[in-house]
């Protein structure tokens, strides 16, 4: 499938990989990119081949946010019809394989959105995230104001959003935000390794277990723990995981064939 607003591809047999690439609006959100964001995640899901998904920018930029340009003609009418400002923001929460953002540069407004719904945040040095929206009169409108406290605790999270102050790649990472930080040159380097050492493990457990974490996020605390042993004792029923504990006491390598 040829895309305008992004480029795909697929690395070691079985990483698909998304970058973005509106440059010349440092991959500002339009409605274009995220209809070809949610294509493109729907099909690496559904291939089998897949293990994993890395979404990526530019060096410049993860993604500026939404589109300033078009978003300035809406009104309350035109936005609350479309729900979002907009797309397949639900879809990219839909994907069940795991997704590592890689982000360089700016991930602001609707980019930091984005990089927040990715399962795994590796960030370069030059990273900058934020949810500036509130210099443009309105407020974060695709989970910002719900998975930053989430993610770095209410006080910076408000800080972010009430003051529109950009948090760097150490800071992020100190608070959570993201789990590595690499030199830019190394950033691909690092998320590819990252998800080929995911297409390694048993794939029904790689999926289990994104939705486990996941839903940590969504539900009480004895719902969560409910859910992840339900899941828990569900892999019991597959093939890798007699094969993952027969190869441990065997001290031969798994062969797991994803069933
Ligand atoms: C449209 C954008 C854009 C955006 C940058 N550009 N961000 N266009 N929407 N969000 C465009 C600029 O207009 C400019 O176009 C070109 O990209 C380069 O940007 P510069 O500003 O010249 O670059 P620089 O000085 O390096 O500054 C980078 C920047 C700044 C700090 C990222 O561009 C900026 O503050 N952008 C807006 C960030 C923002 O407010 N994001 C939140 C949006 S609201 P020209 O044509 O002049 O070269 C949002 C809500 C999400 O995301 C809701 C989801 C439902």
């Known amino acids: 499938m040829a895309y305008e607003t992004l480029t795909t591809r697929v690395e070691a047999g079985q990483v698909g990989v998304i970058a973005l690439n509106r440059p010349k609006q440092l991959n500002a959100l ?69 997704v590592i953002g890689a982000v360089a540069g700016f991930a602001l407004g609707g980019g930091c959105e984005l990089a927040m719904m990715c399962d795994i945040v590796i960030a370069a040095e030059n990273a900058k995230f934020g949810q500036p929206e509130i210099k443009i009169g309105i407020i974060p409108g695709a989970g910002g ?34 789990s590595r930080v690499v030199p830019v040159e190394k950033l691909m380097d690092e ?43 569900a892999l019991f029923s597959t093939r890798d995981q007699e094969e993952g504990m027969e190869a441990f006491l065997a001290k031969r390598p798994a062969r797991f064939t994803n069933s």
């Open 30 to 98: 339009n409605d274009q990119l995220m209809d070809e964001l949610g294509t493109a995640l729907k099909a690496f899901d559904a291939d089998d081949a897949i293990g994993c998904i890395v979404l990526t920018g530019s060096d410049k930029a993860f993604a500026a946010g939404a589109d300033i340009s078009v978003m300035v003609k809406y009104e309350f009418a035109d936005v609350y019809k479309t729900e979002y400002i907009s797309r397949n923001w639900e879809t990219i929460r839909s994907i069940r394989k795991p």
């Open 191 to 233: 998320a590819l390794a990252t998800a080929i050492t995911i297409c390694g493990m048993p794939r029904l457990a790689a999926m289990a277990a994104k939705e486990s974490v996941n839903r940590a996020f969504e539900s009480p605390l004895s719902d969560g723990i409910l859910f992840e042993r339900r899941l828990f004792h």
């Open 145 to 178: 104001t719900q998975r930053l406290p989430r993610a770095v605790g209410k006080s910076k999270a408000m800080d972010m959003v009430l003051t529109a102050r950009m948090m760097d790649a150490q800071e992020a990472e100190r608070s959570g935000l993201v």
